[in-house]
């Protein structure tokens, strides 16, 4: 069953600490993002990949750092520069610059909340 | 630079009646446009997209969308609202001429409430 897998749903992060969250794809998708949602919005680009070993900042990249190593994964980690990570991200795919009328596969989410 | 509006933070409709979800967009070229539709706490669903072709497209669940080039908008339609619909809706657009990455911008959502 294909898809894309975010992990833990449910993340708690202490002040000063940093947090990793997992992205895991199975779709054979060259590109993969990563948005944050906070209410009233819409999602905000944090960093996107279009091909392993390679990844780009987006819109809102301070505070946030990523790896993509393998193919399928494209973890998140919110660093203790991030002052406000309070949110709901999100991580997506899609096959990537050469289906560019392709939609994109979202994950259910992880939500994390700073304690 | 590409941009997308949803003019509304949220639509109250009767289960049963017709619903319209506004968008409109900008881009430089001709537009790729999407809907998405997310439940509570989960992610972003497809629902339907514009790239080329006839104006009117249909998706799941019923819903359809107009591409309306002189109006810049991409209205997301349904004849008759379910209670089930109720979630938030998300447009979005890609400008396929942009080169490089092909970067997708969202709107800030609109949250459909169908009342029964």
């Known amino acids: 069953d294909g898809g894309i897998t975010q992990s833990p749903k449910y993340l708690f992060r202490k002040e000063g600490q940093n947090v990793t969250l997992s992205c895991e794809q199975n779709?054979?998708?060259?590109?993969m993002y990563w948005y944050r949602q906070d209410p009233g919005q819409g999602l905000r680009l944090i960093y996107y990949s279009q091909i392993v070993n390679d990844f780009q900042k987006g819109d809102i990249a301070e505070g946030y750092s990523v790896s993509r190593e393998k193919k399928e994964s494209f973890p998140l980690t919110v660093t203790s520069a991030q002052k406000n990570p309070t949110a709901f991200y999100l991580c997506?795919?899609?096959?990537?610059?050469?289906?560019?009328?392709?939609?994109?596969?979202f994950g259910q989410g992880t939500r994390l909340t700073v304690v | 630079a590409q941009s997308v509006a949803q003019p509304e933070d949220q639509v109250n409709v009767a289960e049963g009646n017709p619903l319209t979800v506004k968008c409109t967009y900008s881009v430089s070229g001709n537009p790729y446009l999407f809907w998405y539709v997310q439940y509570p706490n989960r992610g972003l669903q497809f629902l339907l997209k514009?790239?080329?072709?006839?104006?009117l497209v249909k998706g799941s669940y019923g819903f359809e969308a107009e591409f309306n080039k002189s109006q810049t908008s991409f209205h997301l339609k349904k004849p008759s609202a379910l209670v089930s619909d109720s979630a938030l809706y998300f447009c979005a657009v890609r400008d396929p001429y942009s080169g490089g990455y092909q970067k997708v911008t969202f709107g800030t959502g609109t949250k459909l409430q169908v009342i029964p």
């Open positions: 779709l054979n998708h060259d590109a």
């Open positions: 514009y790239i080329t072709g006839d104006n």
């Open positions: 997506a795919s899609s096959p990537g610059q050469g289906a560019p009328g392709t939609e994109a596969f």
